[in-house]
């Protein structure tokens, strides 16, 4: 089956410019089901990331990942949850039984993540405002505008509480990084079982 995704075509060509067009006429802030892939009909928010994301779309090789991990019943750690995408769709492979921490310091993302959660009913999440990283304390986090790419930076445009995950090592089973800039740190400053 054949899917156009509208990230796979740059914003600057021509043809990257006319699939969006139907895009861009959908109102920001409606609320939709995701319409395919593992996170299919969960209700999104139409703005809050990539078209990608409601389309189903988003990252798709990394959902069918998750998808083939036994993980109902497990505790799952997001890192780096940005908007929710992957938190929600954990939500909904853990079950019931299962629960998952969510980390996302950044406050722009972290209104939409609580947004996601409310407007699904979610119970099993427990999300927090802090960056993870090797040491605990204050460190830069650079903002980017553009989709998952903010980070902890030395030359950062604000201050975030960072945590690491050793104290909490015990509770997690699995482990999913959103952000590869921060993997060897987190692993130099927590002893992680797998990362997904």
Do not use: C
């Not at 156009?4 to 089901?33: E, H, Y």
């Not at 310091?105 to 099993?124: A, Q």
């Amino acid at each position: 089956m054949f899917q156009l995704n509208p990230n796979d075509f740059s914003k600057n060509t021509f043809l990257g410019q006319l699939i969006r067009i139907p895009l861009a006429l959908i109102p920001k802030n409606t609320v939709i089901p995701i319409l395919q892939g593992s996170a299919k009909g969960i209700k999104w928010i139409v703005g809050s990331g990539l078209h990608s994301m409601w389309m189903g779309l988003f990252e798709i090789d990394k959902q069918i990942i998750l998808q083939n991990f036994q993980l109902s019943g497990t505790t799952v750690v997001d890192i780096g949850a940005n908007v929710g995408f992957f938190t929600i769709l954990l939500s909904r492979l853990v079950g019931n039984t299962g629960f998952v921490i969510a980390f996302e310091p950044l406050t722009r993302d972290l209104e939409m993540l609580y947004r996601h959660i409310h407007l699904n009913n979610i119970k099993n999440v427990t999300v927090y405002g802090n960056a993870v990283a090797e040491k605990e304390g204050i460190m830069r986090f650079n903002t980017s505008m553009a989709y998952s790419q903010a980070h902890l930076s030395e030359t950062g445009d604000i201050e975030v509480q960072v945590v690491t995950l050793d104290s909490l090592l015990d509770k997690f089973q699995k482990l999913r990084i959103g952000s590869m800039i921060t993997v060897l740190g987190i692993l130099y400053g927590g002893k992680i079982i797998q990362i997904i």
